[in-house]
């Protein structure tokens, strides 16, 4: 469950996606390809109300005002939908819902500035305006995949 001001994890990286993150620089010896990507996979992802707008950082230090790192903001997740899905006797069967968010850049940002660790990442989600009391969100999993790009796609 979220607090009122949000909230923080670690995902601890799997050695594929460490070795991915650890050359991201592209420099010599590098095993990222050309359009190889990392994604930040937000699972289970439940609300008692819709009008809620999370902001997603990544590698953003314990103690840190998100807003003073622009550079870390991996996306924003609007939660329309989720009380739905949150329903157990709706469709989703109180699943929740996944959201997706393209964490390539920053994560580079991160290797390019010494700041990522290669075997673990922190994610926060922020509020855009604090939580009120009883809105409940949670998120059930937290992960990082890469997506190498496959046999003739453009690079």
Do not use: C, K, W
Request: glycine share 12%; aromatic share 2%.
């Amino acid at each position: 469950m979220l607090e009122p001001g949000g909230g923080q994890d670690v995902v601890r990286l799997e050695p594929t996606v460490e070795a991915v993150a650890a050359r991201l620089d592209g420099g010599v010896g590098s095993i990222v390809q050309p359009g190889d990507r990392l994604f930040l996979n937000l699972e289970g992802l439940r609300a008692n109300e819709d009008a809620i707008v999370l902001d997603v950082y990544v590698g953003l230090p314990v103690g840190a005002v998100p807003a003073d790192h622009p550079e870390l903001l991996a996306g924003s997740i609007g939660l329309f939908g989720t009380q739905a899905a949150t329903d157990p006797d709706g469709p989703h069967g109180g699943r929740g819902l996944t959201h997706v968010l393209d964490v390539t850049d920053v994560v580079a940002g991160l290797r390019r500035s010494d700041a990522l660790d290669p075997r673990a990442l922190t994610v926060t989600i922020v509020p855009m305006t604090p939580l009120e009391p009883g809105d409940d969100v949670s998120v059930s999993r937290i992960s990082v995949f890469r997506e190498a790009p496959r046999a003739g796609d453009a690079s």
